[in-house]
């Protein structure tokens, strides 16, 4: 399969992308390895973006970027994207389904959590442990422990709280969350909040998880009796498929137009859905004056 562009992501970033490249009529290619809407699955509540005065969940924004997707009969191709590599001057890209060319390729794979690289997790205890909230939004009654002290520690447990019991644990005395956030953390019941705690150990009894956590300064042993444990502990930008290429080579590929890297995977802290909606505008509408030019 040849295409002109090939979009990997269907996020924010990809998606707009996918719907400005369709307006302009040029051919492409908008793969997906899940659904459509990348990490506002995850979202509580997105409150700036403009038209949603009230706000809008992350799932039903997500719902709506399908509907406007399906609305203008843009496939979304469910594939892994497995490897990209350049030769002849076109993109090769490998999926778990298929082989296909692209003439340019514009990457928008967001972000990737954080793990734990100071702690052996027992493997009996791994089905208990998340990265991300979204698998656990519909379960209710339980016992979570949510570790982190960021925006999405505290967006997750507002989310969480609504039908569980959660604490936050954070592991130093200063938040980095944001005060909104915190405030409304602080408001709403089922949400505890304990401060300067680290994982010491972790065991499972009786189906759930029995963790210690230790303090840092006063070594005091905090025991917790969990159903689940969530971890937001940051994230990274998702660049696997960039592996094979030199820097030298991203550079330039990037300078010539051939490359786009939009949305999560390159703004670092300004994750914002409505930063990524307009990189996948802007690198659509550089594309097409870039074909025109080139005509």
Not at 253 to 271: A, C, E, S, W, Y
Request: charged letters at 25%; proline letters at 4%; hydrophobic letters at 40%.
């Amino acid at each position: 399969m040849n295409k002109q562009v090939a979009i990997i992501g269907a996020g924010p970033a990809g998606t707009a992308a996918a719907i400005q490249l369709k307006r302009s009529g040029i051919d492409f290619i908008l793969l997906e390895k899940n659904e459509v809407g990348g990490l506002l699955h995850n979202a509580n509540l997105v409150e700036n973006y403009p038209g949603y005065p009230e706000g809008i969940s992350g799932p039903d924004l997500c719902r709506k970027l399908s509907a406007h997707l399906e609305q203008l009969s843009i496939p979304v191709h469910i594939e892994n994207a497995q490897r990209i590599t350049v030769e002849k001057g076109r993109f090769l890209l490998s999926t778990s389904r298929a082989d296909l060319t692209a003439k340019i390729v514009i990457l928008a794979t967001g972000t990737k959590p954080k793990t734990l690289e100071d702690f052996d997790i027992p493997p009996a205890a791994k089905p208990f442990i998340f990265y991300e909230v979204h698998p656990l939004l519909n379960i209710e009654d339980k016992t979570i422990a949510v570790v982190g002290a960021g925006d999405a520690a505290f967006d997750y447990a507002l989310n969480l709280s609504r039908r569980n019991r959660v604490t936050i644990i954070q592991r130093g005395d200063f938040v980095r969350g944001l005060p909104l956030l915190v405030e409304r953390s602080s408001a709403q019941g089922g949400i505890d909040r304990a401060c300067s705690y680290t994982l010491k150990g972790m065991d499972v009894r009786n189906n759930r998880l029995s963790i210690d956590f230790i303090h840092r300064q006063t070594n005091q042993i905090k025991t917790m009796e969990l159903d689940f444990l969530l971890l937001a502990l940051g994230r990274e930008p998702r660049l696997e498929l960039l592996e094979r290429m030199t820097a030298d080579e991203i550079r330039q590929l990037r300078k010539n137009g051939r490359l786009h890297l939009i949305g999560d995977v390159k703004n670092r802290r300004f994750r914002q859905t409505s930063i990524s909606t307009g990189d996948g505008i802007k690198a659509a509408m550089k594309i097409l004056e870039q074909m025109g030019q080139r005509q």
